[in-house]
Nanobody
């Protein structure tokens, strides 16, 4: 059974930092791009960041570029999202996702995690 399990969410003040983790299991994700989406209350789910399965390319939404950094461990079964200079607008449920592609995550990945809440207070 394929599972993507996120952790690391929480409450933080504006300007603070959090690191999200996504542990993948149940299959080999060698040929899968992995990354993050988020969904704020009353808004549609949006792309945040991902890397191609080869690891050569990383992608960021304009709204997080320069503040968030995506990375993974050498075994490629855990993905991280380091979030800095957080803003109240970053408040959302953050979802880990995986898709069989060597490009950016598309709008309908093959696998989703259950999500982790990030709340940024002003």
């Amino acid at each position: 059974q394929v599972q993507l399990v996120e952790s690391g969410g929480g409450l933080v003040q504006a300007g603070g930092s959090l690191r999200l983790s996504c542990a993948a299991s149940g299959r080999t994700f060698t040929f899968y791009a992995m990354g993050w989406f988020r969904q704020a209350p009353g808004k549609e789910r949006e792309f945040v960041s991902s890397f191609s399965w080869s690891g050569r390319n990383t992608y960021y939404a304009d709204s997080v570029k320069g503040r968030f950094t995506i990375s993974r461990d050498n075994g490629k079964d855990t993905v991280y999202l380091q979030m800095s200079s957080l803003e109240p607008e970053d408040t959302a449920i953050y979802y880990c996702a995986a898709e069989r592609t060597d490009y950016k995550l598309g709008p309908s990945p093959d696998y989703w995690g259950q999500g982790t809440q990030v709340t940024v207070s002003s």
